[in-house]
Nanobody, 122 residues
């Protein structure tokens, strides 16, 4: 059983920055792939970024490349999403998830956080 708690969401103007954090319980955090997902009203949930267990590999959806950075601190059981140059289209509920897999392309997400709202105004 892994519990995930996101924080750091809020209201920000276009062009601004936010850093989301996801704190995980458990002693096996370092074995999980961690992903950030988001869901905007009326839209499907989409994968935004993924980081491998060691932090050596990352993936980003094209729409956030160059603006968002995913990182993790396994000693603190925490994963982060640094969000810069925010756009109104980034507005969504952002979810942290932990999963298992053998590569960035093959991950099964097993645990999810409650989500944190990010609202970007123009």
């Amino acid at each position: 059983q892994v519990q995930l708690v996101e924080s750091g969401g809020g209201l920000v103007q276009a062009g601004g920055s936010l850093r989301l954090s996801c704190a995980a319980s458990g002693r096996t955090f370092g074995s999980y792939f961690m992903g950030w997902h988001r869901q905007a009203p009326g839209k499907e949930r989409e994968l935004v970024a993924v980081i491998s267990p060691s932090g050596s590999r990352t993936y980003y959806v094209d729409s956030v490349k160059g603006r968002f950075t995913i990182s993790r601190d396994n000693a603190k059981n925490t994963v982060y999403l640094q969000m810069n140059s925010l756009k109104p289209e980034d507005t969504a509920v952002y979810y942290c998830a932990a999963g298992t897999g053998f590569s960035l392309a093959l991950i099964s997400y097993l645990y999810w956080g409650q989500g944190t709202q990010v609202t970007v105004s123009s």
